[in-house]
């Protein structure tokens, strides 16, 4: 009996051998927090006092800010301390594109572009039946033009969805060294769906019986398998394995969906169960699907099911809660009893694109001549209510908007600029043009952090027109000239209510 249990001085040593990380010095902890990201640092701080207290330590932020913007490296040197907040109101500052000066790139195109997508690599921009990429690289070194980009030809006919999705949940992931690419899976109004990596077809599917009409915007399912879904103008959900092998994708076909009556215009996977995504029809019904669910009966997989009282304009899903855009409305659904959470009417005559934020609790709709800012815990009833901020300044139809937790951005195909608002407030933090080309409204828009794509068009020439802000220094505002900006410093671009950490 003695032998299975460790002897009490064994227990001592054990004890006094245990180093707790409160036992460590702080510039050995500053050391190791070299090895983390922005994100886990930012973790470190909610954790407990004792890495709070670290987390504020000027030794940290001038090592982030050196690695970020090493061209700043004379401003690093004369801060003596503050350079958390230093390096927290800047990050904020590019992020709202506060400045005059970022890196720049256009490519004049034959046509109007339909579709952009923007990846950390690459551009991906859809015309009628075809896509162009766009290195990056390229765009930024002034080398990029139609002529040189990568054309993928397959489809027959108008593209009308694009979406990415990571290449190691598919049967063509083999090495680890792909293990953050994607691949663009593309849907047509020649009925298939094609998915594309290293510039070609890899996957062809098809099973629709009409055009395909959108794409879910994430995949569904668990580490066991992901599908994604299709909708149509058949009327059908379709759900796809990305693991079938073969070129023309054989089996992947993994369910039908049957239930709408009208083509399908709207698909968002859910928050809260990776297996349920919803779809809308042209037809304003809502419908939630179960892809876990696996039955004969061609039903069965639908789990819930709404409508809204409108043409519908958008929807996508957060947690468990439906938002979407509808007439001149907006509202939300909790997808666990299918009930309206709220239902707000905007007194617009009509919506043309619709966003959210659900970790601020706001919802950005865009109208005709101006966008609205909604707080979302204001609407909880049924009735009118008004808008956090008006957005205005537009010409025409505001018909497409990004919303991050920095900033909204605004545009249309009859305005030739580019708005951006604080997401927080509602102020314009800048304007930016859509195109070098006179009269050129905004047809497609892709945001990313510090980087923004447009695709403008003039009737006659289209430019596809790429910007990165992340080194930019000279700040500026609305009412100031290029030329008579100033170099960035904390007091000219934050606004201190966004923070990173």
């Not at 690695?67 to 992020?95: C, D, F, M, T, V």
């Not at 007194?347 to 950005?364: Q, T, V, W």
Request: charged content about 20%; aromatic content about 8%; glycine content about 8%.
């Amino acid at each position: 009996m003695g032998d299975n249990h460790p002897s009490s001085s064994t227990n001592h040593d054990s004890t006094a051998t245990t180093t707790k990380v409160t036992d460590m010095d702080m510039d050995s902890l500053v050391h190791c927090t070299s090895y983390l990201t922005l994100q886990d640092i930012s973790n470190m701080a909610v954790s407990c006092k004792f890495l709070n207290r670290l987390v504020y330590s000027d030794s940290i932020w001038r090592r982030l800010f050196r690695e970020r913007w090493p061209q700043l490296e004379p401003y690093i040197n004369s801060q003596k301390s503050g350079l958390r907040e230093a390096y927290l109101a800047r990050y904020s500052a590019l992020q709202q594109f506060k400045f005059v000066d970022p890196l720049d790139s256009n490519v004049y195109l034959e046509g109007k572009s339909s579709d952009v997508l923007l990846s950390k690599d690459s551009v991906f921009l859809s015309q009628g039946p075809l896509i162009h990429i766009y290195s990056i690289d390229k765009l930024l070194q002034g080398e990029a033009s139609e002529a040189s980009s990568v054309s993928l030809t397959d489809h027959r006919a108008r593209i009308t969805s694009m979406r990415l999705f990571p290449l190691k949940e598919t049967s063509l992931f083999r090495n680890e060294a792909h293990i953050n690419d994607n691949v663009l899976v593309t849907s047509s109004c020649d009925h298939s769906i094609r998915l594309w990596w290293k510039g070609s077809c890899q996957r062809c599917f098809r099973g629709h019986n009409g055009p395909v009409t959108v794409l879910s915007d994430k995949l569904l399912g668990d580490e066991n398998g992901k599908v994604f879904a299709s909708g149509g103008e058949d009327s059908t959900v379709r759900l796809w394995s990305l693991r079938s092998s073969g070129k023309r994708g054989q089996h992947a076909l993994k369910a039908t969906l049957y239930g709408h009556e009208k083509p399908i215009v709207f698909m968002s996977v859910t928050g809260h169960r990776a297996s349920l995504i919803a779809s809308m029809s042209k037809d304003s019904k809502v419908r939630v699907w179960d892809a876990s669910i696996s039955s004969s009966d061609r039903n069965s997989s639908c789990v819930g099911m709404t409508s809204v009282p409108g043409v519908p304009v958008g929807m996508k899903c957060h947690d468990s809660l439906l938002y979407n855009a509808f007439g001149s409305s907006i509202g939300a659904v909790d997808l666990r009893t299918m009930k309206t959470v709220f239902r707000t009417s905007t007194n617009e005559g009509k919506l043309y694109s619709f966003d959210i934020m659900p970790s601020k609790f706001l919802a950005c709709t865009g109208g005709l001549g101006r966008a609205l800012l909604w707080d979302m815990r204001k609407n909880t009833g049924t009735g009118d209510a008004e808008p956090m901020a008006e957005l205005d300044g537009h010409i025409g139809p505001v018909t497409h908007l990004h919303m991050d937790p920095y900033k909204i951005v605004t545009g249309g195909p009859e305005d030739p600029h580019i708005s951006i608002w604080a997401a927080n407030t509602g102020n314009q933090t800048n304007v930016l043009s859509c195109s070098p080309l006179d009269s050129s409204g905004c047809f497609a828009m892709a945001v990313d952090g510090f980087r923004i794509v447009t695709a403008g068009y003039n009737q006659e020439y289209g430019v596809l027109r790429f910007r990165d802000f992340n080194n930019a220094v000279c700040s500026g505002s609305l009412n100031e000239h290029v030329t008579g900006s100033k170099f960035w410093c904390p007091s000219t671009s934050g606004d201190g209510d966004e923070s990173d950490g």
